[in-house]
Each structure stands twice: as C-alpha cells, then as structure tokens.
C-alpha cells in the first residue's frame, strides 16, 4: 500500500485550521466585534466583591473549625 503524503491545503495550518478565518476571528475580536457579549453581560467589580465576600466567610469557618477541635 502506498502511503499518502500529509498534503496541506495553501490556507490550513499543519493543524489543520484554516488561516485566512482565524485572522479574521481575532481581527475581528481586537475591534470588539467578536464575542463580546460574554465581556458586556459581566462586572467586573461585582465578581472581585463576591470573590472577597466568600474568601471571608470560608477565613471564618476555618478559625471556627480550629478553635473547635
């Protein structure tokens, strides 16, 4: 049996990707125009104040725990 050469297509990676519609994609996603409905729907400021919020509480628990044993 004969063994077939990897031939790659002039526009794809060696991944197989084609190049031309990643450039676009993150052209696209540097002018904002690409999957930036996922960055608008989250505050920023909101997840840092829950994030320190729960980082307290379980500090609490903790100390309760080991003034407990």
Do not use: L
């Amino acid at each position: 049996m004969a063994k077939k050469k990897n031939q790659q297509q002039p526009n794809a990676s060696a991944a197989g990707s084609n190049v031309e519609k990643v450039k676009q994609q993150n052209q696209a996603a540097e002018q904002g125009q690409y999957g930036t409905e996922f960055a608008s729907e989250t505050n920023a400021q909101e997840v840092k104040r829950r994030n320190q919020q729960s980082q307290q509480k379980k500090n609490q628990q903790n100390q309760q725990n080991q003034q407990n044993q």
